[in-house]
């Protein structure tokens, strides 16, 4: 764990908005929440916001501690929606993901942000994950309209609001470095199927559903994993003026495929093709801290839809504090 004091990111943000004009922050960071000099921070930086008239935004929150108090606090200028990331639909992909959050803190925290005056949130979820099934699918639409439900139970619900729940859904591209990294990407045309199953399975005219390009997401996964050899491609890519290609209005998936097969590169060798486990991978001379073992253990575990503690809980012996050489790290 590395985080700056609050101190030093108080003196930055306002260093950053003086310098730029800007009207409008987000203390942003892969779990926002968990920082623990959050409250100390917003508390410095409030009182500027709001005599600067500069919103200032916490888009990355965990359901399982989701502060009421904090939220009030940082919107003071202007109140935008509530994102949270349950990642999956059901329990089981949750746990094999290690994503450590149950459904009942999922809908508490909404009920939550409902009581204190918020009438929408957006959750976070990802499509294509390993060991996903159609039930796991079909179970987030559900999870969208329990959310709706749990507006609608509250006693002292906000009056003449209508609740909105919008579901965003992302492609899974597996990463190096992670327990995932030996695992395959689904198929563009059964991303799609299963894109197109969620779609039928929303029923509720409350909730908005949004979700991206397979063919882009496939493509990530491509260079996500890949090796020394695509260089030849992106290359070629240079030279014939691709640009923006994560912006829908410039993505051409043929283009890309005409690149591919100049260069004789197949992209399903690294996108879709699953990896032995003593594979030599294309990144194993960096060393990360991180061991391969441990991801290794991982991904068994997630297999078997079995979590692993946080850090801060207990040490599972991933590495890092022998590499920091604080420590001894055992299985």
């Known amino acids: 764990v590395r985080k700056k004091s609050p101190e030093v990111l ?11 004009g800007n009207n409008e922050i987000t ?3 892969l779990s926002t929440s968990d920082y623990r000099g959050l409250k100390e921070l917003t508390d410095k930086l409030t009182p500027y916001c709001t005599e600067n008239k500069v919103s200032l935004s916490v888009p990355s929150l965990r359901a399982d501690n989701f502060s009421i108090a904090l939220m009030h606090r940082v919107q003071k200028v202007r109140k935008s929606g509530l994102t949270f990331a349950p990642e999956a639909g059901t329990q089981r992909l949750r746990d094999a993901i290690n994503k450590n959050v149950t459904e009942e803190e999922i809908l508490s925290t909404c009920a939550t942000a409902f009581s204190g005056g918020w009438n929408s949130v957006k959750l976070y979820f990802m499509n294509g994950l390993p060991t996903e099934t159609d039930e796991d699918i079909c179970a987030i639409a559900q999870l969208g309209k329990s959310v709706i439900d749990s507006f609608y139970s509250l006693p002292g619900r906000p009056k003449g609001k209508s609740p909105a729940v919008t579901l965003s ?7 190096p470095f992670t327990p995932f ?14 894109q197109l199953l969620l779609k039928e399975s929303i029923s509720s ?14 493509l990530e996964a491509v260079f996500a994993r890949g090796d020394r050899r695509l260089s030849a491609a992106l290359l070629k890519a240079a030279e014939r003026g691709f640009r923006f290609d994560g912006w829908d209005e410039f993505f051409r998936l043929n283009d890309w495929q005409s690149v591919f097969d100049e260069t004789g590169i197949d992209p399903a060798f690294y996108a879709n093709r699953k990896r032995e486990e003593n594979e030599i991978l294309p990144w194993d001379f960096i060393d990360i801290g991180v061991t391969k073992e441990f991801l290794l253990r ?5 297999a078997e839809a079995k979590t692993t503690p946080d850090c801060r809980t207990a040490c599972s012996g991933c590495g890092a504090a022998c590499f920091k050489g604080e420590g001894s790290c055992c299985p």
């Open 10 to 20: 108080y003196r930055q943000a306002v260093e950053t908005l003086r310098a730029s």
């Open 27 to 29: 203390i942003s960071s």
């Open 169 to 175: 859904v992302a492609c899974f591209v597996p990463k």
């Open 181 to 194: 990294q030996w695992e395959p990407q689904i198929l563009p045309d059964e991303l799609h199927r299963r």
């Open 205 to 218: 005219r409350r909730i908005t559903y949004n979700y991206h390009d397979a063919s882009v997401s496939r």
């Open 298 to 302: 991982e991904a068994h575990k997630a």
